[in-house]
């Protein structure tokens, strides 16, 4: 019995380039926030937690993990989370265990699931910041969101058909 149309592999050629274009976009996107965010906070370590959600938000945009809410507001809870610990509490071992801690148990309360964003609490509990890397960070996100909705806009908008390929999505869509 052959598997649903949905379920069988899309052709090799159309993967290869599918991987190709989301491994360029995301490394060209994450180099590029290293480079802006080092050159205008010297803190390029913020934006290491966003390396995954950029990964994820060019490999499979529409997925409900990698909606804005999930990406955004995980991703500030995390943030915020990991910041709070790093101040109330004095050992950094113990400030990292309640950031992750209290990240996960609100993002998942909130039913907000974007598992890269408890990695942004770890960067903030774990090596002290001012209030400044909060707002770097917050600018940061806010570039790889525009850039996912760049992304949509060229794969499902302006010319679908003409994307598709690229994305191996002749077959079937995510």
């Known amino acids: 019995m052959a598997p649903p149309e949905r379920m069988r592999r899309s052709d090799p050629e159309a993967d290869w380039r599918r991987v190709a274009t989301v491994s360029a976009a995301t490394v060209i996107t994450v180099v590029l926030m290293i480079v802006v965010v080092e050159q205008i906070a010297e803190q390029a370590v913020l934006v290491t937690s966003l390396a995954a959600s950029t990964f994820l938000l060019y490999y499979q945009p529409l997925h409900r993990m990698n909606r804005f809410v999930p990406v955004v507001g995980g991703h500030l809870i995390a943030a915020g989370a990991g910041f709070l610990a790093d101040e109330v509490i004095p050992s950094s071992t113990l400030a990292l265990a309640v950031a992750i801690t209290v990240t996960v148990t609100t993002l998942a309360s909130l039913r907000i699931i974007h598992p890269p964003a408890v990695s942004t609490s770890v960067v903030f509990a774990y090596r002290p910041h001012d209030a400044s890397a909060l ?10 969101v525009a850039l996912a909705a760049v992304y949509l806009l060229l794969r499902h908008v302006i010319a679908p058909r003409r994307w598709a390929h690229l994305f191996g999505l002749d077959e079937h869509r995510p």
Do not use: E, G, K, M
């Open 135 to 144: 707002l770097t960070f917050s600018l940061t996100l806010a570039v790889v």
